[in-house]
């Protein structure tokens, strides 16, 4: 293959992520970065190819915002927008020896240098001068391939049976943005809990870390308490906490550990049309002055915890659309997670840049789907593969951000249900209520006698 076609390659496979109208993802992605982490990682190409190792990484990436294709669809997308200058169709041999060849180590140091917190100065990402962090898990389907099966389980239903193999997924999460700090995942045999320690290298003083209660376990928060950063965390309304201490506020200290933690418990009260369902929280918190961290603030912060399901809903029914992922073996599956992760990150960075371009507009009105669909177009038409001397801070992507905020959030509530079953036979029937209710919530403080 001749240099000149090799370059144009190149380029196109650059897609969303070149220079030019689309700049607001060159920034995070650039060829710079992805040449670096190559030579790091010791996968550039050593002979000149059909699908060079950079052609690779951006075929990848490319492939996360067309999960519904195979990778020679998602490489013709990538050069639909040359016309007579696109370079010779590499066979789907071709492409998968390319991603065999690149492996998982490329994607996964890309990962590690765009991850973390997007730059901002929306006030919702920080509470009292600390950023607001989630931490959960989720489970992505892999293929039924016998190589998958021998490393990933199936998850068995009540009937007994099992679908596909499932690999389990746990992040940490910037409330607001939604940006991703850190990920770990692997069998889904491996819990949550051990997932979520291998993410205490991301925690720092300064952040305040949300988890619902299946995070409350003493030793895992002994280990996020260790780091610097505050916790929020839900745990079960009957747990035994003898208390020492008894704030002003109703509120008692408890030790946890080595750290003393601040115990809050509280009613809270929905109101709708339909009447009043009332739950029990009980929140444990390592910030211990009710003075400067006042607890009805901290009840309503622990629902911004939501924030990371959104950004799970966005990864797997946005991106993916519920599909299974490609990949049919365990080295497969990390590469595509990994360029999955990115592409999601490049996304949200894109998103951040174009609302924080306009003071006072809130990341949460950013819409995902928006910023997906304009990538996916901007990719297909090859826009901005040639370098323009000015760069565009928000780009085409923010600008269909921008031109389609969704509106302010509404207090509101909708059951947690399954609206359409894989099986008509595991559905919940015809008469479960699915309108969603304009709400007014209560909250009650709990004083608990030490």
């Not at 509120?251 to 739950?279: C, H, M, N, W």
Request: hydrophobic fraction near 45%; proline fraction near 5%.
């Amino acid at each position: 293959m001749e240099q000149a076609a090799i370059t144009r390659t190149v380029k196109v496979a650059a897609g969303v992520f070149a220079p030019g109208h689309i700049g607001e993802l060159t920034r995070i992605v650039p060829f710079e970065m992805v040449d670096d982490v190559l030579a790091a990682t010791g996968t550039f190409q050593r002979r000149v190819r059909l699908v060079p190792a950079r052609v690779t990484v951006y075929l990848l990436l490319a492939g996360a915002l067309f999960a519904e294709l195979g990778y020679r669809q998602v490489f013709d997308r990538l050069c639909a927008g040359l016309a007579g200058l696109a370079p010779a169709r590499p066979s789907g041999s071709a492409l998968r020896q390319a991603r065999q060849r690149l492996g998982a180590a490329p994607l996964k140091a890309l990962f590690n240098l765009v991850r973390g917190p997007v730059a901002t100065t929306a006030a919702a990402t920080r509470w009292r001068g600390l950023l607001v962090v989630a931490v959960d898990g989720t489970l992505l389907s892999v293929p039924d391939a016998p190589a998958n099966l021998a490393v990933f389980s199936k998850q068995r239903c009540n009937s007994g049976a099992g679908g596909y193999p499932q690999i389990r997924l746990t992040a940490l999460v910037a409330c607001g943005t939604r940006a991703v700090i850190g990920a770990a995942f692997g069998p889904a045999t491996t819990g949550e809990l051990e997932y979520a320690s291998r993410l205490t290298g991301d925690l720092r003083p300064g952040m305040l870390l949300l988890g619902d209660r299946n995070f409350a376990a003493a030793d895992l928060l002994n280990r996020f308490a260790a780091t610097g950063a505050h916790l929020l965390v839900r745990c079960k309304s009957g747990r035994k906490l003898p208390p020492v201490a008894r704030c002003g506020d109703g509120t008692f200290l408890a030790r946890l550990g080595a750290p003393t933690v601040r115990v809050i418990d509280a009613e809270i009260s929905i109101a709708t049309s339909q009447g009043v369902r009332i739950g029990h929280y009980r929140l444990l918190t390592t910030l211990t002055d009710p003075s400067a961290h006042p607890a009805c603030e901290l009840i309503r912060l622990y629902h911004e915890r939501w924030e990371i399901e959104t950004a799970y809903a966005e990864l797997k029914s946005t991106i993916l659309g519920g599909r299974v992922l490609r990949a049919r073996t365990p080295a497969g599956v990390e590469q595509e997670v990994w360029a999955l992760l990115v592409a999601y990150q490049a996304l949200r960075t894109a998103m951040t840049d174009a609302t924080d371009s306009v003071p006072g507009t809130d990341p949460d009105r950013a819409g995902f789907t928006v910023a997906l669909s304009a990538a996916r177009d901007q990719l297909i038409l090859a826009a901005g593969i040639i370098a323009d001397t000015i760069i565009d801070l928000v780009g085409v992507i923010g600008r269909h951000v921008l031109a389609q905020l969704l509106p302010q959030r509404r207090v509101r509530t909708k059951d947690r249900i399954v609206k359409r079953a894989i099986s008509k036979y595991n559905a919940r029937g015809p008469a479960i209520d699915r309108t969603t209710y304009k709400a007014t919530i209560s909250i009650n403080m709990l004083t608990t006698d030490p």
